[in-house]
C-alpha cells in the first residue's frame, strides 16, 4: 500500500475543515520532501538558480564601481553620482514588493525568468546610454527587474526538507561572491583598458543574466510547494518524484487549490503576523544599512591620510573636489575584500542549522558592531583593513540568515510577498547607507560612525524581541508560523 502525504479528507456528511486539511498537508509534504533528501538533482536545481543570484550580484558590484568612472566620463556632480548609486536600489524597493506577489500567483521559476529576461535587455541598453538621464533611467528598470531576485531565496527553501535549508541558501550564498568577484574582475580587465572601457564592462556584466535565464529554463523545476497549494498535485508529486524517485515510489499527494495567492490580505491577516513582518523588515533594513556602510567607510579611511598618523581618534577629513579614477589595485582590493568574507561569513550561516536562526543573528550581529567601534581609531592601514573584513563578514552573515529566516517564517501562499515586502524595506537602507557612510563623514565622521553602531544596537534588540525559531521545523503552506522557540 503506498504511502499517502497530505492526505486528510472530510467524512461523509461531515463539513470540510479547509484550515485542517492545508495544515496536514502542509506537514506532510515536508516528510516527503526530507524523505527526499539532498541529492544530484537539488544540486543542479540550485546551482542553476544561483546563477541568477551571481547575476544580482555582479550587477550590484557595477553599481559601486561604475559610478567613480561615469563621475569623470560624463563630468557628474557628486549629487548625480549619488542618485545614479542609488537608482538600481530605488528600483528594486518597488520590483520587490511587484513581483513577489507575482511569484506567490504564478510561480517561482516563472517570475524568476521573466526579471532574468528584462534584466538582460536593460543592461544591454544601459551600454548605449549617452547623458546621465539616459542611464539613469535604464538602471531604475534594470533594478525593478533585479527586484525579483529574492525569490531564488524562496525556491531554494522549497524544494528541500527542514534539515537542508540552511545548506541550499549557502550554495546561493556561494554564488554571492563568486558574482561580486566577477563584477569586480571584470572591472579590472575592462575599465583602465582604453580599448574595451566602461561600456564593454556593462555588455560583461549581461552575460550572467543571460546564462541564468537558459540554465533556470532547462534544469530547474517548479517549486513543489507552489504547485500543491496551485492545486496542481500530480505535477508537485513528479518534481519530487524527480529529484529522489527511490524514495518516493508511491507518493501521492491531494490537491490544495488555494486561489487567494500572494495578496495582502493573507499577509496581513493576523495583528502576530503584522507584528513580525514589521519587525524582520525593520531588523532588515539595519542589518542591510550597517553592512553597507562597513566598506564604505572603510574607503573614506582609506583616502584619509590622517587616519593612521594621529594620536587617539579618527578626525573628519573633507577632500577636495577632483576627479580620480579607481586605479587597477583599488579594483583588487575589492576582489580580496569580497573573497576574504566568504570563510567567516560561510561558517556562520552553516551554524545557524546548530544553535538556530535568531541566536546566529543575535551574536553576528553583536560581533560585528562592537568591532565598528575600532573605527573611532586610529590605526595602520592594514590593521583599520582587518577589522573592516572581520564586521562586513559577521554582518554579511546575520543579512544571509535573515534571508532564511523570512522564507521559513511566512507560509507558502504569501512567502514570496513577504520576503518582497522586508526585502523592500532593506533596500531602503542601503539606498540611505551612502548618504551616512559618504556624505556625512565628510562632514562629521564622528556622528557618521556613531549611527552605524546605534543601528546596530537596534538592530540587535529587534532580533531579541523575535520568538519564532524555525531550524529544523516544517514550512506552513497556508497558515502563519506561531510556534516559539
Known amino acids: 500500500m503506498g504511502l499517502k502525504y497530505g492526505s486528510l479528507l472530510p467524512r461523509e456528511g ?24 539532498f541529492t544530484k538533482g537539488h544540486l543542479c536545481s540550485l546551482a542553476a538558480i544561483s546563477t541568477a543570484v551571481l547575476a544580482l550580484f555582479a550587477q550590484l558590484e557595477l553599481t559601486n564601481l561604475l559610478g567613480p568612472e561615469l563621475y569623470c566620463v560624463l563630468d557628474l556632480s557628486a549629487v548625480e ?3 545614479l548609486t542609488a537608482s538600481l536600489f530605488l528600483g528594486m524597493i518597488f520590483g520587490s514588493l511587484f513581483w513577489g506577489s507575482i511569484s506567490d500567483r504564478y510561480g517561482r521559476k516563472k517570475t524568476i525568468q521573466i526579471c532574468s529576461t528584462l534584466a538582460t ?22 533594478g525593478l527587474s533585479l527586484g525579483g531576485f529574492h525569490v531564488c531565496y524562496t525556491y531554494a527553501t522549497e524544494i528541500v526538507g527542514a534539515t537542508y535549508r540552511a545548506r541550499a541558501c549557502l550554495i546561493l550564498f556561494v554564488a554571492h561572491f563568486v558574482g561580486a568577484n566577477y563584477g569586480a574582475t571584470t572591472a579590472w580587465v575592462a575599465i583602465p583598458n582604453e580599448n574595451l572601457g566602461w561600456r564593454f564592462y556593462i555588455l560583461l556584466s549581461a552575460i550572467p543574466l543571460f546564462i541564468s535565464f537558459l540554465l533556470i529554463s532547462l534544469v530547474c523545476p517548479e517549486s513543489p510547494r507552489f504547485l500543491l497549494i496551485s492545486g496542481k498535485d500530480t505535477e508537485a508529486v513528479d518534481v519530487i518524484k524527480s529529484l529522489n524517485s527511490k524514495t518516493n515510489k508511491s507518493l501521492i499527494l491531494f490537491p490544495l487549490a488555494i486561489e487567494e495567492r500572494g495578496s495582502w490580505k493573507i499577509l496581513t491577516g493576523s495583528n502576530q503576523q503584522v507584528i513580525m513582518l514589521v519587525t ?28 593612521s598618523d594621529c594620536e587617539i581618534f579618527v578626525e573628519t577629513y573633507k ?26 561569513a560561510s561558517l556562520y550561516i552553516v551554524m545557524s542549522d546548530i544553535i538556530g536562526r535568531l541566536p546566529t543573528m543575535v551574536s553576528t550581529l553583536s560581533i560585528s558592531t562592537s568591532v565598528v567601534t575600532t573605527f573611532f581609531f586610529c590605526m595602520p592601514s592594514k590593521a583599520i583593513t582587518f577589522c573592516a573584513l572581520v564586521a562586513k563578514s559577521f554582518a554579511l552573515a546575520a543579512e544571509l540568515v535573515m ?12 512567502r514570496s510577498l513577504a ?15 551612502p548618504l551616512v557612510a559618504q556624505f556625512l563623514s565628510k562632514e562629521n ?17 529587534l532580533l531579541l524581541t523575535l520568538r519564532t525559531e524555525t531550524k529544523g521545523k516544517a514550512q506552513s503552506d497556508a497558515s502563519f508560523r506561531t510556534t516559539s522557540n
Not at 282 to 307: C, K, M, V, W
Open 419 to 433: 520576503s518582497g515586502v522586508a526585502d523592500c524595506v532593506s533596500r531602503v537602507g542601503l539606498t540611505v547607507s
Open 14 to 37: 461531515q463539513d470540510e475543515d479547509r484550515n485542517e486539511q492545508i495544515t496536514m498537508s502542509a506537514s506532510e509534504i515536508e516528510d516527503a520532501l526530507e524523505l527526499t533528501g
Open 445 to 461: 565622521y564622528h556622528l557618521s560612525v556613531g549611527i552605524f553602531l546605534v543601528s546596530g544596537l537596534l538592530g540587535i534588540g
Open 121 to 142: 535587455c536593460s543592461v544591454l541598453l544601459s551600454s548605449w546610454g549617452q547623458t546621465f538621464i539616459d542611464i539613469l533611467l535604464v538602471r531604475i528598470i534594470i
Open 81 to 83: 553620482e549619488a542618485f
Open 280 to 307: 524582520i523588515s525593520g531588523a532588515f533594513f539595519i542589518i542591510r544599512f550597517f553592512n553597507l556602510g562597513i566598506p564604505l567607510l572603510l574607503y573614506e579611511l582609506l583616502q584619509n591620510p590622517h587616519a
Open 319 to 344: 577632500p577636495e573636489k577632483t576627479c580620480d579614477r579607481l586605479e587597477p589595485d583599488d579594483y583588487l582590493l575589492d576582489i580580496i575584500f569580497s573573497t576574504s568574507n566568504l570563510i567567516g
Open 403 to 414: 534571508g532564511l529566516y523570512v522564507n521559513e517564517v511566512f507560509p507558502t501562499t504569501s
